[in-house]
């Protein structure tokens, strides 16, 4: 055939099937078709012919050229009346009725048969009027496109309709039965073919009806394992609709199947989680309406798991269709796993109802006493992960019993849907996961006890190990999922308190080069290791009178910053002044530093006491938080997401005394501790400012690193410390920048040599301060130094006060005093330095680390870890010259870090 004659064939052909399997109006049929409705009744007729062959014309009467013959056996003159439902005898016209089952051709004109036998269908009433709306657009058109045998115009036209006639076992038996009406002359061919084809067609609905209804039994299972995978892949897996739209096809669905796989779907709907705001998930009002969906799918899926039990319903698949019995298997696991779903489902929406409580009821308000969550309400989330858990596990055994390409389903589909079912192992593993840690969360939200966690505040303009100098503290309550009021106090009211329990403390023993005579919390942060500076600072709280407590929370401004950039600016009343994140640590040290300013605030608090200078520090904290507790929850959410960014670069530093939370931060890199370098190379510098000052705001410091990989895999390390102190602002404190340096590596690294350190070795003995033997023999080093370790552009090189009347003492420079590490697993390496005000010191360290190359794969592979101080953003500089290692390449990197970093270097894929 042309191509022309192709696309004629292929409308002709999709027109025919469209009326004879759809119930749509002829005249639409045939004008979405581009024919007119006398040419689509005449195409049918032929089609309805029969054969010389026996069987029905079929497809092959549309061909282009085929001269259309019906072959089939006149019919007997006799006329007849289609007789009355209520005159059928069942008897007489159900014993002699016989049924004739006339093969039906496929599309390529090959016979089919029919494979579901007649049993029973409703009585037959030929609706004529129907087509009274159908008008004969074309007859030219008609005797164009159409080739068939000339019809002879008849006065009456016969043709045999079913007729049903109840027999007296009870079953129902089709007969047929002549039909005879009058018809015009004018239209006696029109009504001839209309007759005839319409009659067929109802013939051929009805045993397309009668075979739906016997499919309901035999297909409904298969109905049931589409719908409820669907459903089980749109809730429990991804949301994805893609199963669905296979099914869509079939309108005669279980209503069961269809309601309850509904449900499920509208659950999905209710519940889209937003990217932008994750609570959203957490709507009271939705969940509710889930919880009802939920239990109506639940109510669906009952009635249909005792539907497929049924032994009536089993033993007729049994019967009439053996080769669905596997279906029916399936139709059975898949239906309990919708009721697990369904049942999950409602247990989680009421886990989630709590979260929504909680959410939604101003978490961090003071005002209210009710307990935010329970141990009831505790007890009742355990047993629904338990619950959720056994569900999940009889879902996968009873997925395991279904066979995915068994579905009629496309291959993407059942990609997918496979896809989607390896999600159900991970999804066990994470509530799994949660078990775990839902104990701990409720000890940290005090359910059932309550909770005391220290608050520090880090200034880092007077840099400390793990942070910053502790100002002020306070002291977090948590009950039952409730915050206590939070207030900040001057730490010198703890410290030096009446009893005086700081005066004349020593620092530990491990930390003897810490010298001052009153060492108390103020000064507790010794070390850069988090946990261990919180466990030293918790001891000492404790000893002072703060009482014990289960956790230290400390913090720098730069968290108090991000907060700000969400709350907005703060207006501070009686200040006249607005902090932002950008003046937020210079206005707090203008109030803590400058003499008038802390003048100006004495008098607005009415605060004369030492701690008075800090009064404009606890308003703007008051105001801080007051703000954070009226935020809206998704504020909240963001606060939460700077505070883990702070987490990770240690302007926030949490560790608790529940080992299972402590744990869970370490592995999340969160705990602020220093590595044991075990996994990989690395090094982390730590510094502490003990010259009684706020000058490190004006100290920039430099890492430069030099490693060099040898053919032996060893690394060898050659560091540079640079500590550029310009003081472009005024100091509160001495002038002279001490800074008690220590570098840690890993445990099996060996010290080579150093240089810069204060050696404790006097170059020279200055006489009291004002006295005529104060420059004797110290001056000469007033105006440069014996050393390139120690560099001033100014030719200023005088180190000044070091307490009180007391100056520092001049003294040479050297290798690390420090060689014994204060944390276990680690090498150390350490000491004091001095840095005159404007002046550059240089600290040099190498060491050599054994086996830092490591064999991956059999390929060479080098990783190093450079670990950052909190409170401090360094400047790293760092080569490594891999040349000696066959397979990797040299590496550079300069930038500031803000977080931990890593640095790899392998060997590059192969093309």
Excluded at 224 to 236: D, F, G, H, K, N
Excluded at 479 to 494: A, C, E, K
Excluded at 764 to 776: E, R, V
């Amino acid at each position: 055939m042309s191509s022309r004659q192709k696309k004629r064939y292929n409308r002709r052909k999709s027109a025919v099937k469209e009326y004879f399997t759809t119930d749509a109006d002829l005249v639409e049929i045939a004008f979405r078709h581009h024919l007119s409705a006398a040419v689509l009744l005449k195409l049918v007729e032929k089609c309805l012919m029969q054969h010389e062959d026996g069987i029905l014309w079929g497809f092959r009467a549309l061909l282009p050229g085929i001269k259309v013959i019906d072959h089939a056996p006149r019919p007997a003159p006799e006329e007849a009346v289609l007789p009355n439902e209520e005159g059928v005898d069942p008897d007489k016209e159900g014993s002699d009725a016989t049924i004739e089952e006339l093969p039906v051709a496929d599309e390529a004109g090959m016979p089919v048969e029919d494979e579901q036998p007649t049993k029973s269908i409703e009585e037959v009433s030929l609706k004529i009027e129907t087509l009274k709306e159908v008008g004969i657009e074309d007859e030219d058109i008609l005797t164009r496109d159409v080739e068939v045998e000339q019809v002879r115009p008849r006065a009456r036209v016969t043709m045999p309709i079913p007729v049903v006639a109840v027999e007296s076992n009870g079953h129902n038996v089709t007969a047929l039965a002549p039909l005879a009406l009058p018809t015009s002359p004018k239209k006696q061919v029109y009504v001839a073919l209309t007759k005839k084809a319409a009659q067929r067609r109802l013939i051929r609905k009805y045993r397309r009806r009668e075979a739906q209804a016997k499919h309901k039994q035999k297909g409904f299972q298969l109905m049931l394992i589409l719908a409820v995978l669907a459903a089980l892949v749109l809730m429990v897996l991804v949301p994805t609709s893609a199963g669905l739209a296979a099914y869509s096809a079939y309108d005669n669905i279980s209503t069961l199947a269809h309601d309850g796989t509904n449900h499920l779907l509208k659950v999905k709907s209710l519940l889209e989680v937003s990217k932008t705001d994750p609570t959203a998930v957490l709507n009271a009002t939705r969940l509710q309406q889930s919880q009802v969906e939920f239990t109506a799918a639940e109510s669906d899926f009952t009635q249909l798991q005792k539907l497929v039990s049924r032994p009536d319903v089993q033993s007729a698949i049994t019967q009439f269709a053996p080769q669905y019995s596997n279906k029916l298997a399936m139709a059975q696991s898949l239906i309990q796993v919708a009721l697990d779903v369904s049942n999950m489902g409602k247990e989680l929406c009421g886990v989630a109802l709590l979260g929504a409580d909680i959410v939604h009821s101003s978490p961090l308000a003071t005002g209210s006493t009710r307990p935010l969550i329970s141990t009831s309400d505790a007890l009742a989330i355990e047993g629904s992960l338990v619950h959720a858990l056994s569900y999940i596990g009889d879902i996968r055994l009873q997925l395991s019993r279904v066979s995915i390409k068994d579905l009629p389903i496309s291959d993407a589909q059942k990609a997918q849907i496979s896809s989607a079912l390896l999600l159900l192992p991970k999804a066990e593993e994470m509530i799994t996961q949660g078990q775990s840690l839902i104990g701990p969360i409720f000890w940290l939200l005090g359910v059932g006890q309550p909770r005391r966690f220290l608050i520090q505040t880090m200034d880092r303009a007077e840099l400390r190990p793990g942070g910053g100098f502790t100002g002020q503290y306070g002291v977090l309550q948590i009950q039952d999922g409730r915050m206590s009021h939070v207030s900040l106090t001057d730490i010198t009211l703890l410290d030096y308190a009446g009893n005086g329990t700081a005066i004349g403390r020593k620092a530990p023993r491990d930390y003897s080069w810490m010298d001052f005579p009153n060492w108390g919390v103020r000064d507790s942060n010794l070390s850069g290791d988090f946990p261990t500076t919180a466990r030293m600072t918790m001891q000492v709280f404790q000893d002072e009178g703060g009482g014990p407590v289960d956790g230290d929370i400390a913090f720098t401004p730069t968290l108090i910053g991000h907060i700000i950039d969400i709350t907005g600016p703060i207006k501070v009343p009686g200040y006249d002044e607005t902090i932002t994140s950008k003046n937020l640590e210079e206005r707090l040290h203008y109030y803590q530093q400058d003499f008038s300013a802390i003048a100006r605030e004495k008098q607005i608090s009415g605060n004369y006491s030492h701690s008075g200078r800090k009064a404009f520090t606890s308003t703007l904290g008051q105001l801080l938080l007051d703000r954070v507790r009226h935020l809206p929850v998704s504020k909240l959410v963001e606060v939460v997401k700077v505070a883990i960014r702070d987490l990770q670069s240690r302007d926030l530093e949490m560790y608790f005394t529940h080992p299972t939370v402590e744990a869970w931060l370490a592995e999340h890199g969160y705990s602020a501790s220093i590595d044991s370098f075990s996994k990989q190379d690395g090094f982390m510098v730590v510094q502490g400012n003990f010259s009684i000052s706020k000058a490190s705001q004006y100290v920039h410091t430099t890492e430069h690193d030099d490693v060099r990989l040898d053919a032996q895999g060893n690394a060898i390390h050659n560091l540079t410390i640079t500590l550029d102190y310009q003081q472009k602002g005024p100091v509160y404190g001495y002038d002279t920048y001490a800074d008690y340096i220590r570098v840690y590596a890993p445990r099996s690294a060996t010290l080579i040599s150093g240089d810069g350190f204060d050696s404790r070795q006097p170059l020279c003995s200055p006489g009291p301060i004002g006295s005529m033997s104060s420059t004797s023999g110290c001056g000469q080093y007033n105006s440069y130094f014996p050393s390139n370790g120690r560099y001033c552009p100014d030719g200023n090189y005088s180190l000044g006060i070091e307490w009180g009347t007391v100056p520092w003492k001049i003294d040479s420079l050297g290798p690390p005093t420090e060689l014994t590490s204060d944390l276990p697993g680690r090498a150390m390496w350490g000491g004091l330095t001095l840095t005159p005000k404007n002046c550059i010191s240089y600290i040099t360290l190498s060491w050599s680390v054994p086996h830092a190359v490591q064999k991956v794969n059999g390929l060479p592979s080098y990783a190093m870890l450079i670990q950052k101080q909190s409170g401090l953003t360094p400047t790293i500089e760092l080569t490594i010259d891999a040349s000696a290692i066959k397979g990797l390449k040299s590496f550079k990197f300069t930038g500031d870090i803000t977080a931990d970093k890593p640095f790899a270097l392998v060997p590059p894929k192969k093309k």
